[in-house]
Protein backbone atom coordinates (compact mmCIF):
# COMPACT_ATOMS: atom_id res chain seq x y z
CA UNK A 1 0.00 0.00 0.00
CA UNK A 2 1.34 3.28 -1.06
CA UNK A 3 1.60 6.34 0.98
CA UNK A 4 -0.73 8.94 -0.63
CA UNK A 5 1.29 11.81 1.00
CA UNK A 6 5.04 11.05 -0.09
CA UNK A 7 4.22 8.00 -2.04
CA UNK A 8 6.81 5.97 -0.26
CA UNK A 9 5.63 1.87 -1.03
CA UNK A 10 6.20 0.21 2.31
CA UNK A 11 3.51 1.19 4.94
CA UNK A 12 2.98 -0.41 8.00
CA UNK A 13 -0.48 -1.62 9.63
CA UNK A 14 -0.55 -0.63 12.97
CA UNK A 15 -4.18 -1.29 13.70
CA UNK A 16 -6.98 -3.73 12.02
CA UNK A 17 -10.40 -3.81 12.87
CA UNK A 18 -13.23 -5.16 11.19
CA UNK A 19 -16.58 -3.56 10.30
CA UNK A 20 -19.78 -4.21 12.51
CA UNK A 21 -21.12 -5.90 9.29
CA UNK A 22 -17.62 -7.89 8.72
CA UNK A 23 -18.24 -6.84 5.13
CA UNK A 24 -15.22 -4.14 5.64
CA UNK A 25 -11.94 -4.05 7.00
CA UNK A 26 -10.49 -1.27 8.30
CA UNK A 27 -6.32 -0.72 8.58
CA UNK A 28 -4.94 2.58 10.08
CA UNK A 29 -1.38 2.38 8.92
CA UNK A 30 1.80 4.15 8.94
CA UNK A 31 4.25 5.72 6.77
CA UNK A 32 7.73 4.66 7.30
CA UNK A 33 8.92 7.36 5.41
CA UNK A 34 7.19 10.41 6.43
CA UNK A 35 5.66 8.48 9.58
CA UNK A 36 1.89 10.07 8.30
CA UNK A 37 -1.12 7.55 9.75
CA UNK A 38 -4.08 6.73 7.36
CA UNK A 39 -6.72 4.73 7.15
CA UNK A 40 -8.01 2.66 4.13
CA UNK A 41 -11.36 0.32 3.93
CA UNK A 42 -11.34 -3.38 2.15
CA UNK A 43 -14.27 -5.53 1.15
CA UNK A 44 -13.77 -8.84 3.18
CA UNK A 45 -14.56 -10.75 0.46
CA UNK A 46 -11.26 -10.24 -1.13
CA UNK A 47 -9.44 -10.90 2.35
CA UNK A 48 -8.94 -13.56 4.79
CA UNK A 49 -12.11 -16.21 6.26
CA UNK A 50 -13.71 -14.76 9.37
CA UNK A 51 -12.56 -17.43 12.30
CA UNK A 52 -15.66 -18.86 14.01
CA UNK A 53 -14.89 -19.81 17.44
CA UNK A 54 -16.11 -22.30 19.63
CA UNK A 55 -18.31 -19.64 21.39
CA UNK A 56 -20.13 -19.23 17.22
CA UNK A 57 -18.09 -15.34 17.61
CA UNK A 58 -16.75 -14.85 14.07
CA UNK A 59 -13.42 -12.39 14.31
CA UNK A 60 -10.96 -11.57 12.13
CA UNK A 61 -7.64 -13.60 11.75
CA UNK A 62 -5.08 -11.78 13.72
CA UNK A 63 -1.59 -12.25 13.42
CA UNK A 64 -0.29 -11.36 16.65
CA UNK A 65 -2.53 -13.76 18.09
CA UNK A 66 -0.89 -16.59 16.20
CA UNK A 67 2.44 -14.87 16.85
CA UNK A 68 1.54 -14.75 20.58
CA UNK A 69 0.26 -18.64 20.54
CA UNK A 70 3.21 -19.24 18.92
CA UNK A 71 5.49 -17.80 20.81
CA UNK A 72 4.12 -19.33 23.94
CA UNK A 73 3.83 -22.57 22.89
CA UNK A 74 7.81 -22.11 21.51
CA UNK A 75 9.14 -20.37 25.12
CA UNK A 76 12.43 -21.32 25.47
CA UNK A 77 12.97 -23.22 22.91
CA UNK A 78 15.78 -23.43 20.35
CA UNK A 79 13.91 -21.72 17.23
CA UNK A 80 14.67 -18.04 15.96
CA UNK A 81 11.88 -15.25 15.42
CA UNK A 82 12.55 -15.31 11.74
CA UNK A 83 11.06 -19.31 11.85
CA UNK A 84 7.87 -18.00 13.92
CA UNK A 85 7.30 -15.34 11.04
CA UNK A 86 7.73 -18.01 8.20
CA UNK A 87 4.85 -20.24 10.35
CA UNK A 88 2.97 -17.26 10.34
CA UNK A 89 3.31 -16.16 7.03
CA UNK A 90 2.60 -19.75 5.82
CA UNK A 91 -0.88 -20.55 7.80
CA UNK A 92 -1.65 -16.92 6.51
CA UNK A 93 -1.07 -18.09 3.45
CA UNK A 94 -2.86 -21.25 3.51
CA UNK A 95 -5.49 -19.67 4.97
CA UNK A 96 -5.99 -16.74 2.37
CA UNK A 97 -5.71 -19.50 -0.35
CA UNK A 98 -8.15 -21.91 0.66
CA UNK A 99 -10.90 -19.04 -0.63
CA UNK A 100 -13.55 -19.70 1.66
CA UNK A 101 -15.44 -16.74 3.73
CA UNK A 102 -15.53 -18.98 6.58
CA UNK A 103 -12.98 -21.31 8.64
CA UNK A 104 -13.54 -22.68 12.14
CA UNK A 105 -10.93 -21.97 15.00
CA UNK A 106 -10.06 -25.27 15.32
CA UNK A 107 -9.36 -25.97 11.50
CA UNK A 108 -6.70 -23.05 12.28
CA UNK A 109 -5.53 -25.11 15.31
CA UNK A 110 -4.88 -27.89 13.14
CA UNK A 111 -3.14 -26.10 10.93
CA UNK A 112 -0.64 -24.45 13.72
CA UNK A 113 -0.19 -28.12 14.92
CA UNK A 114 0.70 -29.56 11.43
CA UNK A 115 3.19 -26.73 11.00
CA UNK A 116 4.57 -27.39 14.51
CA UNK A 117 5.36 -30.44 14.10
CA UNK A 118 7.76 -29.66 11.77
CA UNK A 119 9.46 -27.02 13.87
CA UNK A 120 9.59 -28.55 17.62
CA UNK A 121 8.53 -31.22 19.25
CA UNK A 122 7.89 -29.90 23.14
CA UNK A 123 6.54 -26.62 21.22
CA UNK A 124 3.97 -28.93 19.53
CA UNK A 125 3.15 -30.98 22.68
CA UNK A 126 2.50 -27.49 24.50
CA UNK A 127 0.61 -26.24 22.02
CA UNK A 128 -1.11 -29.92 21.51
CA UNK A 129 -2.00 -29.84 25.30
CA UNK A 130 -3.57 -25.99 25.13
CA UNK A 131 -5.75 -26.58 21.79
CA UNK A 132 -6.77 -30.13 22.30
CA UNK A 133 -7.38 -29.67 26.25
CA UNK A 134 -6.31 -33.14 26.96
CA UNK A 135 -8.86 -35.46 29.17
CA UNK A 136 -6.45 -37.76 30.56
CA UNK A 137 -3.23 -38.91 30.07
CA UNK A 138 -3.85 -41.66 27.31
CA UNK A 139 -5.05 -38.99 25.18
CA UNK A 140 -1.49 -37.01 25.53
CA UNK A 141 0.13 -40.11 25.09
CA UNK A 142 -1.46 -40.89 22.13
CA UNK A 143 -0.68 -37.40 20.69
CA UNK A 144 3.37 -37.82 21.66
CA UNK A 145 2.66 -41.26 19.65
CA UNK A 146 1.48 -39.92 16.36
CA UNK A 147 4.31 -37.36 16.76
CA UNK A 148 6.83 -40.06 16.29
CA UNK A 149 5.32 -41.76 13.29
CA UNK A 150 5.19 -38.90 11.47
CA UNK A 151 7.86 -38.74 8.15
ZN1 LIG B 1 4.80 8.78 3.43
Redo the contacts with the bound molecule.
Keep these: MK ?6 PD ?1 QVVDTRLSEEHNSIRRRRR ?6 RFSTVEAVEMRMPLIIKRSGEKVMFDPAKLYTSLNRALHKRPIDSETVEDTVAAIESRLYHLGVKEISSQAIGEMILAELAHIDEVAYVRFASVYKSFHDVSEFTQVIASLHKKP
Design positions: CPFCQHTCQSCDK
